[in-house]
């Protein structure tokens, strides 16, 4: 049974949005402020993760235009580097840090749902780790059902998102002063551009699942246009958002007290409108972290189930509802790990790792890929074309290089074991299953 076409434009552009924002800005808005000590060149940051994600974009849009398939990247590497050869190990390393990372992903949005919640109802940590479990059986059960239901939920979280970021920007332009968001850079000579590179992994951080339509390729309507227009689209509106957002707040809230606040949009609105508003704008807050692993977790089921469709990953995960026609096997697993996850790591635990471990078998890789299929293929074969070919593809793979420098020597060093291990299990199962490269072919 295959998968069936019917997310529209609209849809997918609410996915990715949706998967862009979740706890993310409202959690990294104090850590970038932290690191880089004042609000202009905090808010420097939040334009180099925009820049970075209007270039990695680019090559998202040729690979997902061009091979609109479960799985994303998965597909992506696997077709540019030769299916039969060097593509199923670039494919198997991509699923094999998959299955690890992707449920810590989920983990981080759930964690972070629970330390909001606390500004509610004060918690202690056990009691975190429950709400952060229940968060995702929740969204399990939202996603137990067929693509185009979920493409009608997608639209209706992605107004809710949408609407509590315009009630922050208005809040904060309305009622502060902008001074204090765009006065004088005043960086510190020869640290400003080190700590720029580690204030842009949390921002890459919140601008991370432009791209999660591209894991849904093979459900998309009319994918050649669709795929690369809500990529664009979605990036565009969430930079507006998140530079808004970021002029509002320190509009209203000094860059020392936001740095300090583990809650700082509810502080910065019972600072407006008074504690009653901060507690409905939190709430707003957790359903668009709700809203946020609801796309993730969408997004993210479709790779194994891609892979083990090829014969690259165990069978079991290949296996569709027999009603709703959705890797049903692969959501309950991730879900699973998420579970366990929630219950057993801290949020700092499971974000700290996740860009690192994918800067490598992922962004990079395919941005590689994307250059090998051209050179293989012509350009004039790809549905759709960046502008200025190659210099997107060079300043993504330049940023992300950058992005891997900046971060901390253990996250460096499993971002690099990650891959060297993959290698080497991948080499064995090869082996087992007298495939490429002990094909006997």
């Given at each position: ?23 993310g ?11 880089m ?17 209007f ?11 061009k091979?609109p ?7 992506f ?9 060097w ?13 690890f990372?992707?449920?810590?992903v989920?983990?981080?949005g ?13 918690t202690?940590?056990a ?10 059986i ?23 998102v949408?609407?509590?970021?315009i009630?922050?920007?208005?809040g904060?332009?309305?009622?502060g002063?902008?001074?204090?968001a765009l006065?004088s ?7 400003w ?18 791209y ?9 309507k ?9 990529m664009?689209i979605?990036i ?33 609105m019972t600072?407006?409108y ?9 709430g ?5 972290a ?69 800067v490598?078998t992922?962004?990079i890789?395919?941005a ?13 074969h ?14 993504a ?5 950058w ?11 499993l ?8 290698v ?10 007298k495939?490429w ?5």
């Amino acid at each position: 049974m295959a998968l069936k076409r019917e997310l529209s434009s609209v849809q997918a552009t609410a996915l990715n949005m949706i998967d862009m924002v979740g706890i993310g800005p409202f959690i990294t808005t104090s850590i970038v402020a932290l690191t880089m000590g004042s609000a202009p060149l905090a808010i420097l940051a939040w334009i180099c993760g925009a820049a970075l994600s209007f270039a990695d974009a680019c090559i998202w849009s040729e690979l997902g235009a061009k091979m609109p398939e479960a799985g994303g990247t998965y597909a992506f590497v696997r077709e540019a580097y030769g299916r039969n050869t060097w593509g199923r190990l670039m494919a198997f390393l991509f699923v094999w840090q998959t299955v690890f990372q992707a449920p810590l992903v989920v983990t981080s949005g759930a964690l972070g749902f629970a330390k909001y919640f606390s500004f509610l109802d004060i918690t202690d940590a056990a009691y975190e780790r429950f709400v952060a479990a229940l968060v995702v059986i929740v969204i399990t059960f939202l996603l137990y059902r067929k693509i185009g239901d979920i493409g009608k939920i997608s639209v209706v979280l992605w107004s809710t998102v949408i609407l509590t970021l315009i009630w922050i920007i208005v809040g904060g332009l309305y009622s502060g002063t902008w001074h204090l968001a765009l006065g004088s850079l005043n960086p510190s000579p020869g640290t400003w551009h080190l700590a720029l590179g580690t204030a842009s992994i949390s921002t890459m951080y919140s601008y991370l699942g432009y791209y999660n339509i591209c894991h849904l390729g093979a459900e998309v309507k009319n994918p050649q246009r669709v795929i690369p227009r809500s990529m664009i689209i979605s990036i565009a509106g969430i930079t507006v958002l998140y530079l808004l957002m970021q002029v509002s707040i320190f509009s209203v809230l000094p860059a020392d007290s936001v740095a300090a606040s583990n809650f700082v949009i509810s502080e910065f609105m019972t600072a407006i409108y008074g504690s009653t508003a901060a507690q409905v704008a939190t709430g707003l807050i957790l359903i668009v972290a709700l809203s946020s692993l609801f796309s993730v977790m969408l997004g993210y089921t479709r790779i194994p189930y891609a892979a083990a469709k090829d014969g690259l990953f165990f069978k079991v995960f290949s296996h569709e509802h027999p009603k709703h026609s959705f890797p049903h096997i692969s959501l309950l697993v991730l879900a699973g790990l998420g579970v366990l996850f929630s219950l057993t790591m801290s949020i700092e635990d499971t974000i700290k790792s996740i860009i690192a471990m994918r800067v490598f078998t992922q962004f990079i890789s395919q941005a590689v890929g994307l250059v090998i299929l051209r050179r293989r293929i012509g350009s004039a074969h790809m549905p759709w074309r960046m502008w200025l070919y190659p210099i997107p593809v060079v300043l993504a793979v330049a940023g992300w290089i950058w992005i891997f420098a900046s971060a901390k020597p253990l996250q460096q060093q499993l971002g690099l074991l990650a891959p060297v291990v993959g290698v080497c299990v991948f080499l064995v199962i090869s082996y087992r299953r007298k495939t490429w490269p002990f094909s006997l072919h």
